[in-house]
């Protein structure tokens, strides 16, 4: 057993910003503990297949091109379409049966192109819904950063519910009280926070909306509003690429600009305070928790339906009670 004993989640998750792919593109993709392609052909749509081919194993993210909106295998030029569905093989007489690849359900949206990822196969029982602030006119274009993390989706979103260690790790000057309601997949978390700024600390509130482990926004309202959206994706059972997308309502030439910078720099600072920690600790179930806790029976209540039906069934429900 290592550090934690989670399988990946069912979720929807980022595979790329949609700024990464441009029609044409065919690029090599890791998520989900398998080596993927993902693909955009001429008409925008984005496409995610298993990356190797059925023929003799070629991976179509290396060499692999489009021709007429087909990836082309590099190795022999099979082609296949954006479903995985193998349309030609240039010196076969009879077309082979079974050649297809497996493709994966994306949908892009806010910036990103998300996948479907299920262990049990299972379809899609919820959506990523579209950010009204993403393209409004009113609020910047996205800022994108991202990290490559040594832990699971499940630790890492544990983060926005505990409460304690934005003081203890962070350097809050309060401690904040959360309170967190869970309707189904949505898990919304609002609580009291201070954020620094160049005009020195401001008050203001937070609300975090995730659906899901793979798709979150963040809401700091206070002299000024600022949104990150993020998704964090799981590469293997132990490894995770977080996204931020970071938007600040605009508010007059300059001070836009200086604020949106000063939002991004104090997110990924908290960020890069919380990575050393994810890195090396171990999930405790049942956790030793105190009054002064956040609401971490309730994350992990919700947090159960993102695994197999019957995963560890009873254990963490002890720790909400
Ligand atoms: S390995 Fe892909 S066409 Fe032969
Ligand atoms: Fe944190």
Known sequence: MGRFPFPIPTGWFAVAFSSELEPGDVKPVKYFGKDLVL???????AHLLDAFCPHLGAHLGHGGFLREDRLVCPFHAWEFDGKGKCKHVPYA?????????PG???????????????????????????V?????????????????????NQEMAENQVDTAHFQYLHGST??????????GP??????????STPA???????EVNAWGFGFTTTRFNGIVETLLMSSASPIDEDHVELRFAFMVRKIGKGITGGVGKAFMAEVSRQLEQDIPVWENKIYIDPPVLCDGD?????????????YPEGWREGSDVAAAK
């Open 104 to 130: 994966w359900l994306i949908h892009e949206k806010n910036g990103m192109i998300l996948a479907w990822h299920d262990l049990a196969g299972r379809e899609p029982f919820f959506e990523v819904p579209d």
């Open 294 to 306: 956040g609401p971490i029976g309730q994350f992990r209540l919700w947090a159960r339906q993102f």
């Open 174 to 183: 309060k401690m904040p009280e959360a309170t967190v309601e869970r309707r």
């Open 186 to 195: 949505h898990l919304i978390t609002k609580s009291g926070t201070g954020m």
């Open 132 to 152: 009204p602030e993403f393209a409004d006119e009113g609020w910047t274009d996205i800022r994108t950063k991202q990290w490559t993390i040594k832990s699971c």
């Open 93 to 101: 007489n009879k077309m082979p049966k079974k050649a297809d690849v």
């Open 200 to 206: 020195g600390p401001v008050d203001g509130t937070l």
């Open 39 to 45: 693909f955009r052909t001429s008409d925008g749509e």
